[in-house]
């Protein structure tokens, strides 16, 4: 016996994964997600085959929630593919490794266009290619009725090299701290969504689509790094992380890091000038920006796009700028807390 199809709500577009089904939905997305270079097999199987060159495997997961990661009326679809791999991407490289492929978990409403999943997959694919990475599998599924939401899970496997990984928890005292990549351009264009606009252009471009300095990841890792971390809370934040599991105090040069972030005008001053704020606000304590954080063995000659912003001492385990409290220096420039707080 025949069983009856489900009615088709009328409202639902005709691309939506209701109407196209899960099948039709997992073809569609693949035609656009890439080729994995290390991947014997590829998507369509219930796993996908990989080979691991290093014999290790670097694996993180990062999770991005529809309403508290991104919104839909203020970032394209490709915009999420993009900022949803960024984050897992960078976290490999904090490793010192380069990522190989992802997985990717999806939940969505029904009446989602299967076309808005496409464009996810066309950024996540577009994100990982310049390092030979794509999805590789994953998972889809019906979100809560009640939420409505779009939730992206994406898990990044990596590759060492022969390198070792480098961890948070290895800075010294006399060790020199050092940045690369940006800061603050996240929050800047979070702070110009909030209020209706959508320039300065490049601000706004920075919170869609982080920008993380992957090939920094392996460079700091050949040159000695002995700590590391992304920058994905907040300056203070992360590097109270690496500080805690060091058990060093982690002293940043407000100087050098104003040249590092702020030495040239910019869409942060701009923007923070026109809202009566501070643009050192968003450097300290702004997340998503995916930058990374190191430290070097003093004398050390830093590899290219690093640079140095403060020293690692011994006597506990926090933060410091120019010698003051984290939290003190967060709040003398009108930062609420020193990053961000997940659960808050």
């Known amino acids: 016996m025949t069983r009856p199809r489900p009615l088709v709500p009328r409202d639902d577009p005709a691309d939506s994964v209701r109407v196209v089904g899960e099948f039709g939905v997992i073809a569609r997305v693949l035609a656009r997600s890439g080729t994995a270079r290390v991947a014997d097999v590829g998507p369509g199987d219930d796993a996908a085959v990989l080979r691991a060159p290093d014999g290790r495997v670097v694996a993180t997961t990062d999770v991005l929630v529809e309403g508290r990661h991104f919104r839909r009326d203020w970032s394209s679809a490709e915009d999420v593919g993009h900022k949803a791999a ?33 464009g996810v997959a066309a950024g996540l694919a577009a994100e990982c290619a310049p390092l030979g990475a794509a999805v590789v599998g994953g998972d889809t599924v019906s979100s809560a009725p009640d939420s409505g939401a779009v939730v992206l899970s994406v898990t990044a496997l990596g590759d060492l090299g022969g390198r070792a990984p480098v961890l948070r928890s290895g800075a010294r005292p006399g060790d020199v701290l050092a940045l690369a990549g940006r800061l603050g351009w996240s929050a800047c264009g979070l702070a110009v969504l909030r209020r209706g606009f959508t320039s300065p252009a490049a601000a706004v471009a920075a919170h869609r689509r982080p920008a993380p300095p992957y090939a920094a990841g392996p460079a700091a890792a050949d040159a000695g790094a002995t700590a590391m971390c992304d920058v994905s809370d907040g300056l203070l934040a992360d590097a109270g992380h690496l500080a805690e599991e060091s058990g060093v105090l982690v002293d940043v040069d407000r100087a050098a890091l104003v040249r590092a972030t702020l030495e040239l005008p910019g869409p942060l001053q701009q923007v ?27 004398g050390s000659a830093l590899p290219e796009g690093w640079v140095p912003i403060g020293t690692v001492h011994a006597g506990g385990a926090g933060v410091r700028v120019d010698g003051e409290p984290a939290e003190a220096a967060a709040a003398a420039v009108g930062a609420e807390g020193t990053g961000h707080a997940h659960f808050r």
């Open 86 to 118: 960024a984050a897992n991407l960078a976290d490999v490289a904090a490793m010192g490794g380069v990522t190989t492929a992802l997985l990717v978990g999806l939940a969505c409403p029904p009446d989602t266009p299967t076309t808005w999943l496409e």
């Open 272 to 298: 923070a000038a026109a809202l009566g704020g501070d643009p050192m606000a968003w450097v300290l304590t702004g997340g998503e920006d995916h930058a990374l954080l190191a430290t070097f063995p003093a």
